[in-house]
């Protein structure tokens, strides 16, 4: 497909198991930004991949999250020990360029039990 | 303070009207600016960037007031296809893009 495709759709899982999390973005886009968003909430940033720099992590909220992505195209995003505050809509975003036009995938909704 | 403020409303207003959101952002060195719109369960979508000149898009107006650090969305004769969240991005600190909380809007007949 031509958009950014996110898998699973649905997670859930019980308190204190890992999950992983994918994100293909669309073919050509050097941004990916992951964001979370909790019921009724605003979207919350996570971690910012451009190009082949370093990633702007600073929006992870704990050393139990991490992200990779590999060869610029497929990115992991990985919850370990997972909480039950964890529990949310996991939203990866691509863009052609820095600070561009976002187009996002449908989420992945993570629920911990 | 945070990055990129907003009024979560909700705003209720009739079929017609004219209705304003405002965003505050915190980062001077901000130089992208966007508004989002995202409807309920659905992911956001870009609804237009945000010129320093200010810019239209048929019936949605936007506007970049550097010295306040602040941005506007103006809605002109509202529809009830309009009803949806508003979400104000500015890049941040950084160069990633910060979303803001978002201004619900509801438009009834």
């Known amino acids: 497909g031509a958009g950014v495709s996110q898998s699973p759709s649905n997670k859930v899982t019980e308190k204190g198991k890992d999950v992983e999390l994918r994100c293909d973005p669309i073919?050509?886009?050097?941004?990916l930004y992951w964001y979370r968003q909790s019921l009724g909430q605003g979207l919350e940033f996570l971690i910012y991949?451009?190009?082949?720099?370093?990633?702007?992590k600073s929006g992870l909220p704990s050393d139990r999250f991490s992200a990779e992505r590999t060869g610029g195209s497929v990115s992991t995003l990985t919850i370990q020990r997972t909480q039950q505050e964890d529990s949310a809509v996991y939203l990866c975003?691509?863009?052609?360029?820095?600070?561009?036009?976002?187009?996002f995938g449908e989420g992945s909704r993570l629920t911990v039990l | 303070r945070k990055e990129v403020e907003q009024d979560p409303g909700p705003f209720n207003v009739p079929e017609g009207a004219t209705v304003a959101f405002n965003c505050t952002y915190s980062?001077?060195?901000?130089?992208?600016f966007f508004w989002y719109r995202q409807d309920c369960r659905k992911e956001p979508k870009l609804l237009m960037s945000?010129?320093?000149s200010g810019n239209e898009d048929g019936r949605f107006t936007a506007q970049l007031n550097r010295a306040s650090q602040y941005i506007s969305l103006l809605i002109r004769d509202s529809k009830l296809s309009d009803s949806a969240t508003y979400l104000c991005?500015?890049?941040?600190?950084?160069?990633?893009?910060?979303f803001g909380k978002g201004t619900t809007l509801s438009v009834s007949s």
């Open positions: 980062n001077s060195a901000s130089q992208s």
């Open positions: 991949f451009q190009g082949n720099s370093a990633p702007d």
């Open positions: 945000v010129y320093s």
């Open positions: 975003a691509s863009s052609p360029a820095m600070a561009g036009e976002l187009f």
């Open positions: 991005v500015v890049n941040g600190a950084g160069t990633a893009l910060i």
């Open positions: 073919s050509g886009h050097t941004a």
